[in-house]
């Protein structure tokens, strides 16, 4: 099991600002910053998750090259719906409409956007629902 992931990003606070927006219908929020300041050193650091608990980490350095893929549990579809428009008006790219996928799963249903670095970010629920 995996306890936290994290990743650099190329603009802090511009993805900062992003996951806050594009997280919060998932219940996902901003936990903790880790500044330079705090460390002695030049990396700034952000925390997503709940209950004082974060697992979602991006920081200052050097961008990644080509593109990374996280995908967010959802509690329900409709919450994959809130994630999807969340994260697109706050400046994230279509990547694949809220919908069924059951070539991965027969009650998987997720959508994905492009963060500002051009990384896929999904949210998902696997629970057998009606439709949205």
């Known amino acids: ?16 600002c992003f996951y806050q927006k594009a997280l919060a219908p998932l219940g996902i929020t901003l936990i ?35 593109r990374l893929h996280v995908a967010f549990a959802a509690k329900d579809r409709a919450a994959v719906a809130a994630f ?17 996928r059951p070539h991965y799963a027969k ?8 963060d500002p670095d051009g990384h896929n970010i999904e949210a998902v629920c696997r629970r057998p629902e009606q439709s949205i």
């Open 32 to 66: 903790a910053e880790v500044t330079p300041e705090m460390t002695g050193n030049e990396g700034h650091h952000a925390g997503f998750g709940e209950a004082n608990r974060a697992f979602f980490w991006i920081s200052t350095g050097k961008p990644l090259k080509g």
């Open 107 to 114: 009650d998987y249903f997720g959508a994905f956007v492009l």
């Open 1 to 16: 099991m995996i306890d936290h992931v994290g990743f650099p990003v190329s603009d802090i606070k511009r993805s900062i």
């Open 84 to 100: 999807y428009e969340a994260a697109i008006k706050a400046g994230g790219k279509d990547n694949g409409l809220p919908g069924l």
